[in-house]
């Protein structure tokens, strides 16, 4: 009888344990306090990455570990099958500081993008209108990951490989009114959009654009739909970036910041809409749990007590001014600034990812983006001295630059 034999594993075949979705530099962390993060060897970075705009009030907050070390040791999951007062308190506290009547928690981003495109659908099935289901979206935009979220990125890089990609999303050129105007027609459920473009390389949505898609929308019966999964939750400056505009959106998503490093999205949006969202129609088993919600409302503490979002907007204007100065001294390395409160992008001369790396040979991390974006997120707790050392250790990093340029420069062999 011949017996199958298991395939001989091939040397090259070695795969790591976890999977290598990733290109994870050199470094692992073991602890972290405020706005810096050591390593196990003892080598202390400031953390202008904050997680991807994630550790909203730093690593090792004591409101944060109060909270969550608190409700873990009580219960840390019920379902929502029960109440969970942790949840009704954070709802009530993004409710009364936003436009929105009322919140839906989930568990990331990509989730609440999700949940933002199901309730517009719904929405507007139930206003009578279940043929309104195409979701216009911007070039440039990030949405997530799931297969519905890779549609509504629309970047061909992230789909290829994936299958057909989901219908009924669309995109025009982003801060362009006339073009989403042309866009819309009478299968147009919403607009959706980044109030600033994240991963595509720190693109702020002008203020003129934004209340230009309001009145927009509101002619046509078409809904805004803002991911503020990066640029929400005190970010700019203001609990949302769509009030910079003075604009009320329909439903907002936002997640990145709203746990201070905890996993934790949320959907916002008004009376009408949610409720449209009866029972059964949405749900999520993790979502809005009480350990989540303790780490959410811990933020919230931090970042709604008084004067804390002035304060993020000091900081931006030191970081803004001492940055312009900065790129005016090295246009050799940054062409130019951009962005809004501490969601700051520098746009590089050379390889974003030869200066990211010069920048964390410094002791700075910062993370990359598009469009060659060196993005600068820092916990929103910064202080002023870690703004003014963090823009010392990019001039060290400059300097590093330009003599390793100056080097090759020498080394290379003139033709
Ligand atoms: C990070 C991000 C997402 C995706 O969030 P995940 O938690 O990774 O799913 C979606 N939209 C924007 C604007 C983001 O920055």
């Known amino acids: 009888m011949q017996v199958q034999q298991p395939p001989t594993q091939r040397p090259d075949s070695m795969i790591s344990a976890l999977m290598p979705t990733y290109k994870r530099a050199d470094l692992a962390f073991e602890r972290g306090e405020g706005s810096w993060l050591q390593t196990s060897d003892g080598r202390r970075f400031l953390d202008f990455a904050a997680g991807i705009a994630t550790c909203s009030i730093g690593h090792a907050h004591p409101k944060m570990v109060e909270a969550v070390s608190t409700q873990a040791a009580k219960v840390m999951h019920v379902s929502n099958l029960f ?215 811990a933020v919230l503490d931090v970042i709604l007590a008084p004067g804390f979002l002035d304060q993020v907007c000091t900081r931006a204007a030191l970081l803004d001014e001492l940055l312009d100065s900065l790129v005016a001294d090295a246009p050799d390395i940054f062409a130019q600034r951009r962005g809004l409160g501490l969601l700051i992008g520098l746009r590089c001369v050379p390889a974003v990812g030869d200066v990211q790396g010069a920048a964390q040979n410094e002791g700075l991390l910062c993370v990359t983006a598009g469009d060659n974006v060196l993005r600068l997120v820092p916990p929103l707790t910064v202080s002023e001295e870690e703004c003014r050392k963090a823009v010392a250790l990019l001039v060290q990093a400059v300097s590093t630059l330009r003599k390793n340029h100056n080097n090759k420069t020498v080394l290379e062999p003139t033709a």
């Not at 009030?243 to 936002?254: H, M, Q, R, Y």
């Open 83 to 297: 109440q969970i007062p942790q949840a009704e308190k954070l709802a009530r506290r993004l409710v009364e500081n936003s436009f929105a009547d009322s919140a839906f928690f989930c568990n990331s981003g990509a989730e609440a993008n999700e949940g933002m495109v199901k309730m517009a659908r719904r929405a507007q099935m139930m206003a009578g209108h279940p043929e309104r289901t195409d979701i216009i979206c911007m070039d440039g935009a990030f949405h997530g990951r799931t297969l519905a979220m890779l549609s509504a990125t629309g970047n061909p890089k992230y789909l290829e490989g994936f299958g057909e990609p989901v219908k009924g999303f669309l995109h025009v050129p982003f801060n362009d009114i006339e073009a989403v105007k042309a866009a819309i027609t009478p299968n147009t459920a919403a607009v959706m959009l980044e109030p600033i473009q994240g991963e595509s390389g720190i693109k702020v949505a002008s203020p003129e654009y934004l209340r230009a898609l309001r009145a927009l929308c509101d002619e046509t019966s078409v809904l805004l739909a803002l991911d503020e999964v990066q640029c929400g939750v005190g970010r700019t400056g203001r609990l949302f970036a769509h009030e910079w505009a003075g604009i009320k959106p329909d439903i907002v998503s936002t997640a990145k910041g709203l746990g201070g490093g905890f996993p934790i999205g949320a959907i916002l949006t008004t009376e009408t809409i949610a409720k449209s969202m009866t029972p059964g129609t949405h749900g999520t088993t993790f979502g809005g749990n009480p350990l989540a919600c303790a780490a959410g409302n």
